[in-house]
């Protein structure tokens, strides 16, 4: 089955400064990707995602990119805020009928003012 | 107007107990979720509904046991509860042939004692 590795556990940020949390995948098959956020005792909300034949897609100051071959792909997070400060997950798929999210294992954001 | 909503939102119980989550959603989605959060924040699936038959159904102990009287609700019974057990459950909804963003729901934190 899919597993999929994310990579920092952690990372603390200045505010304004950068920010990118990477993912690997397993299943070459896995065609969607999307990343969901998760404050405080809050529930994870979808903030943005791709499909296999994409290699970049931005939202405002997110950016998520993917690399098939190398089955890995990231999420980057620009001019970082206070507010994005939060649990940060990825996820990979692919369609068989129905959608297996397999998430990784989360990166913890801190942004400093 | 909540998209959607689990009962209860906390819930302690002692070990050996039964106990009941539920969740709903006014969505209109086809299908819905059980998903598991552990203490390390590792969200992993349990079980999925499309329009009430069981499509997911992964290596979950079978104390577990979902159902879905109609596609708007999935509920979780659990039986014999362990410590283990301990967790926040999220439900979530999606629907097939729209976005595929996952919905979740504000969670539900068991505690077993």
């Known amino acids: 089955g899919e597993n999929v590795e994310q990579h920092p556990s952690t990372l603390s940020v200045q505010e304004g400064d950068s920010a990118v949390i990477k993912c690997t995948y397993s299943?070459?098959?896995?065609?969607?990707f999307p990343w969901y956020k998760q404050e405080l005792g809050k529930r994870p909300q979808l903030i943005i995602d791709?499909?296999?034949?994409?290699g970049e897609k931005k939202d405002q100051r997110i950016a998520v990119t993917l690399n098939k071959t190398a089955k890995h792909f990231s999420l980057h997070i620009t001019e970082t805020q206070p507010e994005d400060s939060a649990v940060y997950f990825c996820?990979?798929?692919?369609?068989?009928?129905?959608?297996?999210?397999?998430f990784g294992t989360g990166t913890r954001l801190l942004v400093s003012p | 107007d909540t998209a959607v909503s689990q009962t209860p939102k906390y819930l302690v119980t002692q070990m050996g107990n039964d106990k009941s989550i539920k969740c709903e959603q006014n969505?209109?989605?086809?299908?819905m979720y059980w998903y598991k959060q552990d203490s390390k924040k590792f969200l992993k699936i349990m079980f999925s509904?499309?329009?009430?038959?069981?499509?997911i159904n992964e290596t979950v102990p079978n104390r577990f046991s979902p159902k879905s009287p109609d596609k708007a609700h999935l509920n979780l019974h659990i039986n014999s509860l362990e410590l283990g057990d301990s967790a926040v459950y999220f439900c979530?909804?999606?629907?097939?042939?729209?976005?595929?963003?996952?919905?979740f729901g504000p969670g539900t934190r068991l505690t077993v004692t």
């Open positions: 979530a909804s999606s629907q097939e042939g729209q976005s595929d963003e996952q919905y």
């Open positions: 299943d070459s098959a896995s065609n969607y």
């Open positions: 791709i499909r296999s034949n994409v």
């Open positions: 996820a990979a798929s692919r369609w068989t009928g129905f959608q297996k999210l397999v």
């Open positions: 969505l209109g989605h086809d299908t």
């Open positions: 509904y499309n329009n009430k038959e069981l499509i």
